[in-house]
Nanobody, 122 residues
Framework: VQLVESGGGSVEPGGSRRLSCVHSGWTSCTYEMGWYRQVGGKEREFVASMDFEGAEKYADSVKDRFVISRDNAQKILYLQMNHLKAEDSGMYYC?????????????????WGQGTQVTVSV
């Protein structure tokens, strides 16, 4: 399983940034891919996700500011972040979640990338 994030960096409040996650591709057992973030020693928190059919979910804190999208041909998951705030700073991780019924239940697992740091400050 490959999950490689890029696009992090420093940005001023109100700015934008697009994160990319190159992955191995959706499998028949991949029910969701998404983005999570972590600040220091705090618990990793959900940011946005997309399921196999393309339905999107967002954390309330980023709704209407962030957009998750994908390029299946290039095997890339994106996170477009707009109107960034200081509290959006953190290490952003790409995640792939596998599981489901039948055979997929036997290989249920969550996979994570190494993360890309986003720092929002003046």
């Amino acid at each position: 399983v490959q999950l490689v994030e890029s696009g992090g960096g420093s940005v001023e409040p109100g700015g934008s940034r697009r994160l990319s996650c190159v992955h191995s591709g959706w499998t028949s057992c991949t029910y969701e891919m998404g983005w999570y973030r972590q600040v220091g020693g705090k618990e990793r928190e959900f940011v946005a996700s997309m399921d196999f059919e393309g339905a999107e979910k967002y954390a309330d804190s980023v709704k209407d500011r962030f957009v998750i999208s994908r390029d299946n041909a290039q095997k890339i998951l994106y996170l477009q972040m707009n109107h960034l705030k200081a509290e959006d700073s953190g290490m952003y991780y790409c995640a792939e979640r596998r599981g489901g019924g039948g055979y997929c239940a036997s290989i249920k697992a969550d996979y994570w990338g190494q993360g890309t740091q986003v720092t929002v400050s003046v």
